[in-house]
Structure formats: C-alpha cells, structure tokens
C-alpha cells in the first residue's frame, strides 16, 4: 500500500516532498522497497559537519531545492531526518516540516522517511493541501526508540557522536540506543535516559538488576561494568569467573574478609541470588545490608536484634554460628561488646567459638547465674558443671556432693556458709587419708605399651567434663581417685614421673593458667573465674591428644596424671592466719617449712611442711594469681588417675522389662541385658550411682530402693566408669497404673 502511494506520487504533478511515516516495523522493508523503485538514499547524517556536530539543516532544504539542477539523481529518500527531527524536540520538527511541506523541489521527486513524528501529522492535516497526495502514514507510525546518552567515563558500550546515531537510526535501528554525545537532547521527543556513572550504566545493559547503588562505590560498580562488557552484560558469566557459580555459602569468611573487589564482588553475588540461599540468618542479614562496608559487622551483630523467644531465634544461631567459625578474635571482640547492650538477651546469643566469648559466657553466668539450655550455647562448661558421680568406696558421696558445690561456688564466684563450715570441718577430721596415694594406684596399673601424660594441677573437678569428652571420641575410660602427699606441691609430687620407663610427657599449661604469669590471669584485674574458659581448652586439647596417640596405635593405654589440685575458693575467702610463724608461707601462704610448738587445728604435717586443710593463708605468701595449691583441702590434695583405651563400640544395654512394678517400702528392681561381657556394672539414677549383680554371662540385676513412685526415670548404665549406654525406667504402681504415684499408700 504504503509503495503504491509513492509509485503515484512519482508519476505526479506534485511538486512538493512526499511524506511517508514509518514504523518500526515497516522500516527496513520499506527502504529496500524504494530502492527498487530507483530512489537514492540520501543520509541526513551526511550532512553533519564532524562526528559530534548536529547536520545542517539548511544545507539539506538547499540540496532538496536545487535537486532538480544538481542532484545527480532526479529522484531519491532523504532517511535520518525524521529521527534528527524527533531528537531535536516538537518545536524545531514542526517548524522544519512546514518548511519542507512548502517547498518546492521543481522536476526532482523526494520521498522524505519520517520515523519517530507521528505526533506531528495531525498539525501537518490542519492544511487542506496536505492530502493524500503528499503523505501516507504507516501503521500509524508506531515507534518505540529510546536514547540512553552515557559518558564515556561510564564505560558502557556506545555509539560515538552525534553523527554515528544518526547513521545507526538510518540503518533501521529500532529498540534502546546508547551513544557518546554532547549534543544537548532534553527536548526529545523519544525517551533519553542519561547514564553518567557505572551503576546506571549496570542497570542499563543488564536486565533485572535491582540492587541499590549504596552497595558499591562507583569505582567498584565501574569495574563491575567493565566485567560486563565482556561477558555479554551477563552477571552470572562474571560470577562463574570469579568462582562464584556454587556453594555460595561455603568458605564464607575467606571470600567476605578484605576490601578487594572479589570480596566486594561475593556481597554483590549474595545480594543478587539471596532468594536461592538456604543460610536462612544469611538471607536476613543480607536483607538489611546495603552498604559493602556494613556487611560483615551486620553479620557478626544482626543476631542481636532477635530476642531468644523469636521463633527464628534457633535456626538464626546455628546458621550465624557457622558463618562466623572462622572469624579472628578481634572482629568477635567487637561483637561481645556490642551484645552486652540488652543483659537479659546478651548471653543467648554467645556461642562457645573463641576464647572471648567463652570467657564473656562464663563472666556473665557469674554474674547472674545459670540458664537451661546451657549445654547448647557452651556445652564443655555444661559438662564441666554437671554433676559428677564418684564410684571411689572410700568416700564417694562426700566427693559427689562436695565437688559439686565447689564447682558452683566456682562459677558463682561466691562461697557459702555451710559449705565454708564443711571445709573447716574436713580440715579436721582429713578424711582424704582414706584414700590411696597416687603412687600406689599407679603401681597397680599395667605399664606395658602405655604413654604417661602428666598434667601438672589437675584437680578431679575435671572428670565430667572429662568423661563427657572421653565419651564423644569413643574412648574406654577407667578413673581412680587417690590422693597427692602433703604439701600439694610438684616438686614433693613428681616421683611417679622421673621413675617412669616408657613413653612420657609433662604439661605445664593447666598450672601457668592457674597461678602463673604466664597463664594471663590475675585475680587482682579481673575476679571473676574466666581463666575456667582456657581450663576447659586445656581438658579438651589433652583428651585430643590421648585420642589421636591411640588412633595412630602408638599406645595401646593412655595414662593421665596429675601431682595436686588447685582450689580457686581459697583465693576467694581471702582469709590469712593470724598465727606469727617463724617461717615464711609459700604457694600463695597454704603451706610453710615446720615450725614448733605451733597451735594449729587446720594444719597437716607432711615431709616438713604445715599445710593448711582449711581456706587459710599463713603470712608472707605471694597473693594467688586465681587459684593456688600447696594446701590440703580437698580439691588440692584428691586426684584422679586416668586409663583411656580404645573401645569396643559393639557392646549394648537393653532393659529386660520396659516396665517394672514399684512398692513404696523397698523401692523396685530392674534387670539388663548386656550382648558382651561386662564387668562393675552401675546405675546411676537422679545423680546417685547403684551397684547391680551379676546374675549370668549376660545379664545384671539392679535393686533401685530409692525408686518407689509410679514414673518415667531416665538413667545411665556404666561399666566400670564407661558409659555404656542410657535406659529409660518405666515404673508403675501395683494397680499397673504409671502415673498412680501415691497407689501404694491408701
């Protein structure tokens, strides 16, 4: 149709230019179109004077008028002039189209391509002379070209002056053009975006991009764009360059710590796919993050905004927990500070990762005591506080009740009354004498293929932990309790060690933290009990050790010593005797050399020494760092003996009847069955251990007479002082009712 129009209008009288306004569509159609017709193309960009100069608008009405003289063709299309037109605003294109409907080109035909003016027919219409014969509109000239002008410091793939965009729009270009120019274009009438930094420049050529620009600086943003470029504008072309095509949330730390760009380059990689994420603390924390700077002290931090009863709260810590595992100190320094604001909240959101935070743990717990759930925030300090059950037949409840005191009255950094008067009390009668001494446990153990760990001032406030450890790597365990001689220091308790033939080592570091300089902890600077964090490092690494010597079967037994305890609550009841000695107190005051005629109850003789049983100092001892030894109360003198082995993981327990009967005169009785020999088997039930007898090969009975009510009663099984396994008691009343707890009594 639009062909027809122009084969009349070259065949006419009419001796005006013919306008035809194209779409899009029609562009390149129609061009061929009115080659073949015998029309020549004449540019109007061929009318610019340099490459970033505007055509001569002039010149082109002038060669238009003479065409009939000069122009080396009587007949041919002008293209570029409607687009130039539409740059240059609705004023100039109307005023310079009412030039053109007017003038006169004599004998010449010239077709005019008009795209981008289909704002402009109906004003042309308004003149009765323009009528079919002088212009055609196709499809309604429907044009969709939008400009986006970027400077070249954007970096962004352009088009380089004016002239190169006139030239592209008359080859057909149709859609978005960018293009290098300072020709001012406000006026358009087509869309003109302006791209003046690289992060429009990013929006610009890559599609879906919606990250806020304060997640960069422009230079970073500007190297973004320059990967760009080259990866054909594909973000996720520069993500797999940089390793960042998987497993976007391993590794987390050694991609995110530094300033460089691939650091910068993984936030952006997490801001762009954090809907993909399974981190589910991460997305949230991403979320809230749109400033690079921000990101690693928001990840260390955001926790602290959720209260421990959000429903988010649980996974939020576990998945926190995992991204900060290798964080340094320092940052994790940063953070304890900042989570002391809410002190109610400030401990739940601690974990047991660095040493700061397990001293800021156990600070805390202190100062305001102990919380369920304990065993999920720091589990080796929920070890080390459980309550551990001696099986020694000396005195093992004695032990049980008072090491558990101690260990309270440890972490509270408070004593107590009845508790103090206990000390004093054992301090006369010495009970500890019952014991064996370390030498002859060890004489009675097997040395042969054994390794000798001695770990200078383990006291036996450490076997829960330990036993719990011991457990978790799979280890056989067998424990003696015995006692040190008198005075607890090493160098009266070190006999064992120089006689010993095989393998042996000695390590110091448990004794520096409690009472040395070199330990980093002193009680006049901080009184609260923080060193116990380094104490329980020190348990853990030693049990490491044992479990890798017997891995590598380079012993087939692992024996752990220690020369005396320590007592951290004698440096707590800061008490010194008043006696006047004739000698000089030594280890912080709790012994000295013998002296005569002496009028002290709390004081022990032993190889030349007085040693003080109670809490007491004598005069002219160096004050303690945070703990002492060199005295006799319980937790400096008793120590324990350890056996680790390898263990036989095949051996179960089962119970023979999941449910027994239960009288409340004599209590109940259970019976187990054991798939292997055991030996010493016990219960320990509610914090109380329960010898059984041996039935056969297989099978234990167990009398529990303190179990006289209708319930559920979990218990743990030992052989020996490994734990074999835990059983769970169902106890009813005669009338086989479980919760029938006051059958029996009416």
Request: hydrophobic share 40%.
């Amino acid at each position: 149709m639009q062909i027809d129009s122009v084969k009349k209008y070259l065949t006419s009288s009419v001796k005006t230019p013919y306008f035809l306004f194209i779409s899009d569509g029609q562009y390149k159609v129609v061009i061929d179109e009115l080659s073949m017709l015998g029309l020549d193309i004449v540019q109007m960009s061929s009318f610019c004077g340099s490459d970033d100069k505007l055509p001569d608008i002039d010149g082109l009405l002038t060669y238009i008028e003479a065409a009939d003289v000069n122009a080396r063709s009587k007949k041919f299309v002008v293209t570029g002039l409607g687009e130039y037109l539409a740059l240059r605003g609705p004023d100039e294109a109307s005023r310079t189209l009412s030039r053109l409907k007017d003038l006169n080109v004599g004998g010449a035909k010239v077709v005019l391509l008009l795209r981008g003016l289909a704002s402009q027919i109906a004003a042309l219409q308004a003149d009765p002379r323009f009528d079919s014969r002088r212009f055609n509109v196709v499809n309604n000239a429907e044009c969709d070209l939008s400009i986006t002008l970027a400077a070249p410091s954007v970096g962004l793939p352009a088009l380089s002056g004016f002239k190169a965009l006139l030239a592209e729009l008359e080859d057909g270009r149709c859609g978005s053009v960018v293009v290098n120019t300072a020709v001012n274009l406000e006026k358009a009438i087509f869309t003109v975006h302006q791209i003046s930094n690289a992060y429009d420049g990013i929006k610009f050529s890559t599609r879906g991009f919606a990250l806020a620009r304060s997640c960069g600086s422009d230079a970073r943003w500007a190297e973004l764009l320059a990967e760009l470029n080259q990866s054909n504008s594909s973000l996720d072309e520069v993500f797999e360059k940089h390793g960042l095509g998987n497993n976007l949330e391993s590794d987390f730390y050694a991609r995110i710590a530094g300033s460089d760009y691939c650091n910068w380059l993984y936030f952006i990689c997490l801001k762009s796919k954090a809907d993909i994420l399974q981190n589910g603390y991460l997305q949230f924390v991403l979320d809230k993050t749109n400033r690079f700077e921000d990101f690693v002290s928001n990840i260390l931090n955001a926790i602290i905004e959720i209260p421990h009863t959000d429903k988010r709260f649980s996974s939020y810590y576990r998945e926190r927990k995992a991204l900060v595992e290798k964080f340094p100190e320092s940052d994790i320094a940063d953070f304890v500070v900042n989570n002391r604001q809410v002190v109610s909240e400030s401990i739940y959101k601690l974990t047991d990762g660095t040493r700061v935070e397990r001293e800021e743990i156990i600070a805390w717990l202190s100062q305001n005591g102990l919380i369920p759930g304990l065993e999920g925030i720091y589990p080796a300090l929920a070890a080390y506080l459980k309550k551990y059950v001696f099986k020694c037949p000396q005195m093992a409840d004695l032990l049980t009740e008072y090491f558990e005191a101690y260990k309270r009255q440890k972490m509270s950094n408070e004593l107590e009354n009845d508790f103090l008067e206990k000390v004093d009390q054992l301090a006369l009668a010495r009970q500890f004498n019952r014991l064996p001494t370390r030498n002859e446990i060890i004489d009675s153990v097997d040395k042969s293929d054994t390794f000798l760990y001695w770990l200078d001032a383990l006291g036996v406030e450490y076997l829960g932990l330990i036993e719990a450890l011991v457990q978790k790597r799979g280890l056989s365990v067998r424990v003696h309790i015995a006692r040190a001689e008198l005075p607890t220091i090493t160098s009266i308790n070190r006999d064992f060690f120089n006689a010993w033939q095989g393998r042996k080592e000695k390590n110091d570091e448990l004794d520096d933290t409690k009472h040395s300089d070199a330990g980093g902890y002193n009680f006049t600077n901080n009184e609260l009990p923080i060193h116990l964090a380094k104490e329980l490092d020190i348990i853990a690494a030693m049990i490491d050790k044992a479990a890798t010597e017997l891995a590598l079967r380079h012993c087939t037994r692992f024996l752990i010593v220690s020369d005396h305890g320590a007592s951290r609550l004698a440096v707590l009841r800061r008490k010194e005797e008043k006696y006047d000695t004739d000698t000089i107190g030594e280890h912080s005051g709790r012994c000295c050399e013998i002296f005569k005629p002496y009028d002290l109850p709390f004081a022990a003789e032993g190889n030349g020494y007085l040693v003080l049983a109670d809490y007491g100092r004598f005069k002219g001892g160096r004050a303690a760092n945070v703990e002492v030894h060199g005295g006799a109360s319980l937790e400096e003198v008793v120590v324990p003996i350890i056996e680790l082995s390898l263990k036989d993981g095949s051996v179960t327990v089962k119970l023979v009847d999941e449910v027994v009967t239960v009288d409340y005169r004599t209590g109940t009785e259970i019976n187990l069955f054991f798939n292997s020999p055991v030996q010493d088997v016990s219960v320990v039930l509610n914090g109380k251990p329960y010898s059984a007898s041996q039935i056969d090969a297989n099978h234990y009975s167990i009398k529990l007479p303190d179990t006289k009510r209708a319930g559920e009663y979990p218990a743990d099984v030992y052989a020996g002082d490994n734990l074999v396994g835990k059983v769970m008691i169902k106890a009813q009343g005669k009338s086989g009712k479980v919760n029938d707890a006051f059958d029996d009594l009416f």
